[in-house]
């Protein structure tokens, strides 16, 4: 088997070597001429797939006479440039039939997704840009500047020239490729791992689009599933020993509902905890400093807690020590307190003054909130008596917000500024559970004074009645 | 009476002749027959009105106009001035007893024909009284802002607009501007609380004094009767106590009323929001809305709407001077017609406010 597939290639490099030796312009030019182009042109794949000068420049292989063989006549084009190299290009590579005569598979669509890309103007990129010319490879072939390796190198040659760049998006960072130097993934890929995330791993080959336009397969709610076809592959990360449920963790976490099912963009995505083009896992110190760039507050509060001098000193991951990181749920109360749920006891033990704080705080939350509905059902109730409770109802509006704060001054591990940040929720709801019980009362005292005056009407009309009749009587 | 009673009774009656208005008191008497319970009618009606004057000018000590004020204010009322509730509540229900009562007196007087000669400019000057009425109604509608009195008052100001030529500007000054806004709501204020009743209070005047001079009317059957065979009460004090007890019984219809169905305020007046569905007028209206919404849009080359008005207004007039014309009854003869007549708009009244509610 082994000497058949030796012969066949043999045999099949023989015959398109003998191919393009009755090629005009080759041999001209490599005789003759001894240009660069036709120095390279051997090493490249549509040479070794008999694809002629001709095929690409136009003109007529078969001629030895230059003056037929590259007329205008016989279709010479000479250099393409722009938009002509492209159309050069698509005489191939937009048909199937011509593209399964070569026996490729590579999909003929690529110049209409590029055509839609960021890049698909021709006075950015066309084909050769990135493939280059007369050195064409494939893919695969470690040499080509698509290859893994050199393909991180080839993008930043654009991306990483602000004066360039400045041409067409002065906004745009010129640092990804530093950024992607420091990035397990650029670490990875310098040492020759070619299964780590290149650009076009992320950003897409052909159809690249900013990462802002949903199109894209780095726009905020698209990129978790794009680092999940890697990072939720079990058998593709097999030889990193890091978990591959992230995504899956993440989806239902408060930030995945967030961003993959509410369609929120300000939640966030894989990149804004990890980086994106620097990706890391961000490291124990500088938890609380990432979910801090939108939880600001929260980690404010933390930083001036106990908590954050003892957790650098044990190196324990602050926010991810209670919260989680992939699987954050929203909060509950249950995390505060001493009960079997809570996240306090697994640090802090009975008699510990961190044990007390814990439990106070979550005591006074708890009454606030069950007094907080105590005194909705009382208004309900008023209302539902046809009293007018709109003010205690306005006057309520405020305990949420208060709660809110208190939820977020359990940060800080202190009790007073705790007490000092829920006393006036507990203020608020004492007047409005007084206005709902004083409008239950006057429903009352309506119903009694108007028994009353009833009463004294009733007694009036009757006192007038008998008066009426003995009035009449004497008559 | 002791001494200084007496005293003081003698030295107004030097200066204002007092004596002999009791004596005319004590002599009047009220005719007494099967339908004298319809004579109750009136003094019902006076009675509410005193209450909503009295709550009227209670209302006035809180209530401020203005689009940003008018809402909040009957909300303070209500919640939180002492007893606001109830006098908003009762100025509500009386308004619309009184309407009741007034219509009630109106038809008990007609087919009771007490409308006949001498007592002709009676029974006009009542007639201008329900119009006064109803429009004491309609301003005061929409003096609490709320979405239901604007949406109300906007559907009701618009037919003016379809009377031909003059409709648009006259719906102008009425609203006081394109639409109805804060400027209608002054307006309407202006008129609910100033000049309404100076005309109401006058014309009532009128109205009292005319049945003072002329007494209450007999039943035109009384005429044929002997002289000993009609029977009197004395006004002094057997009707006047009659009265009394009715008007107090009615005083605890109102707060059982104002306890028990408190009048809702429902919400701000928002004149961007859609109108609520099934927006209607209040049911006194109702069966001249029902009449323009079931006309066509065009009778007789004339717009269905002001159609509409001018038969009503025809119809209003010819009711207003039915003294006048109905001469049968003056002579002394019986009238049917008046009687099928007074039926039939009866009925139609009554038919179209039950249309009213039930359709849509």
Redesign the interface.
């Known amino acids: 088997m082994k000497k058949f597939v030796i012969l066949a290639i043999v045999l099949f490099t023989l015959t398109f070597a003998l191919s393009q030796g009755k090629d005009g312009c080759y041999n001209c030019h490599k005789d003759a001429v001894g240009d660069k182009a036709t120095e390279l042109y051997p090493k490249d794949v549509h040479f070794k797939l008999g694809v002629s000068c001709a095929d690409c420049h136009g003109g007529d292989k078969t001629s030895d006479d230059m003056e037929v063989a590259m007329s205008k006549g016989k279709g010479f084009i000479g250099i393409p440039k722009g938009d002509k190299i492209i159309d050069v290009c698509l005489k191939c590579h937009s048909n199937e039939m011509v593209m399964k005569k070569f026996g490729s598979n590579i999909d003929v669509n690529q110049f209409k997704l590029f055509k839609a890309s960021v890049h698909g103007k021709s006075e950015i990129a066309t084909c050769v840009t990135c493939h280059g010319v007369h050195n064409i490879k494939k893919v695969n072939d470690p040499t080509s500047p698509v290859y893994p390796t050199s393909e991180v190198r080839l993008c930043s040659k654009c991306h990483s020239d602000a004066n360039y760049m400045k041409k067409f998006n002065p906004a745009l960072p010129t640092d990804q490729f530093e950024k992607y130097k420091t990035s397990v993934h650029g670490q990875r890929i310098l040492k020759g791992d070619t299964k780590v995330a290149t650009c076009s791993d992320c950003h897409s080959a052909h159809d690249i689009f900013p990462a802002n336009d949903p199109r894209s397969t780095v726009f905020a709610s698209t990129l978790p599933k794009t680092c999940a076809r890697c990072h939720s592959d079990a058998n593709y990360m097999r030889d990193y020993k890091i978990p591959t449920d992230q995504y899956e963790k993440y989806a239902q976490s408060v930030h995945g509902k967030a961003l993959l099912e509410k369609g929120d963009l300000s939640a966030p995505a894989c990149n804004d905890c990890h980086g994106n083009h620097g990706a890391i896992p961000p490291g124990v110190k500088s938890i609380s400093h990432v979910c801090g760039i939108c939880h600001a507050l929260n980690a404010e509060m933390f930083s001036r807690s106990p908590h954050a001098e003892v957790f650098e000193k044990r190196n324990i991951p602050q926010c991810e020590v209670c919260h989680g990181n992939h699987l954050i749920e929203r909060p509950t109360d249950e995390m505060l307190g001493i009960s079997t749920k809570s996240t306090c006891i697994k640090c802090h033990r009975e008699g510990e003054k961190g044990f007390e704080v814990a439990k106070q705080m979550r005591d006074m939350i708890d009454t606030l909130v069950m007094r907080t509905n105590r005194a909705k059902a009382i208004l309900d109730e008023a209302e539902f008596k ?1 009293m ?1 409770v ?2 205690a109802r306005y006057d309520m509006n405020d305990v949420p917000q208060i709660l809110i704060k208190a939820r977020t001054v359990i940060h800080t591990a202190n009790l007073d500024e705790f007490k000092e940040t829920i006393a006036p929720g507990y203020e608020i709801i004492d007047r409005v559970t007084k206005a709902g019980l004083d409008a239950i009362d006057e429903y009352y005292f ?2 009694w ?2 028994g009353m ?2 009463l004294i ?2 007694i ?2 009757i006192a ?2 008998f ?2 009749k003995q ?2 009587r004497k ?1 | 009476m002791g001494v200084l009673g007496e005293k003081f009774f003698n030295w107004f009656d030097e200066r204002y002749k007092i004596r002999s208005f009791i004596e005319f008191m004590s002599h009047k008497t009220v005719p007494w027959h099967r339908h004298s319970i319809w004579y109750y009618f009136g003094g019902v009606s006076l009675f509410l009105f005193i209450i909503q004057v009295v709550t009227g000018i209670l209302l006035l000590l809180y209530y401020r106009v203005g689009e940003d004020s008018s809402y909040e204010s009957v909300q303070f009322i209500v919640s939180k001035v002492k007893f606001g509730w109830l006098i908003r509540s009762i100025h509500s229900w009386s308004a619309n007893l009184m309407i009741l009562a007034v219509f009630i007196h109106m038809f008990s007087v007609y087919f009771t024909k007490a409308y006949r000669k001498p007592r002709e400019l009676t029974w006009v000057t009542g007639f201008l009284l329900l119009i006064f009425s109803l429009t004491f109604g309609f301003s005061g509608y929409l003096l609490p802002w709320n979405e239901l009195a604007f949406f109300a008052t906007k559907v009701g100001t618009e037919i003016i607009g379809s009377i031909p030529v003059i409709g648009k500007e006259l719906l102008r000054i009425v609203r006081g501007g394109e639409d109805v806004t804060g400027a209608t709501l002054a307006r309407f204020f202006g008129l609910h609380v100033a000049i309404l009743p100076g005309i109401f209070t006058v014309i009532l005047f009128l109205h009292l004094l005319f049945i003072q001079i002329q007494g209450m009317s007999e039943p035109p059957e009384w005429e044929k009767l002997p002289p000993e065979k009609r029977k009197y009460i004395p006004f002094f004090p057997n009707f006047l106590l009659r009265d009394l007890l009715l008007w107090l019984i009615i005083l605890n219809i109102l707060a059982i009323l104002a306890v028990f169905f408190p009048w809702e305020l429902g919400k701000k007046a928002d004149p961007f929001a859609p109108a609520p569905a099934g927006i209607k007028p209040e049911w006194y209206f109702l069966f001249m809305y029902q009449t323009l919404k079931l006309l066509p849009a065009k009778v007789l080359f004339i717009e269905g709407e002001f159609f509409g008005l001018l038969i009503f207004t025809v119809a209003g007039i010819l009711w207003m001077l039915v003294p006048f014309w109905d001469v049968k009854t003056d002579k002394g003869y019986r009238n049917r017609l008046i009687n099928y007549i007074g039926l039939f708009v009866l009925i139609y009244m009554l038919t179209m406010t039950i249309l009213g509610y039930v359709l849509d």
């Open positions: 046809g007018d709109s003010d309506r119903r004074g108007l005056s009833t009407i009733t009036l009309v007038l009645y008066k009426i009035i009449e008559k």
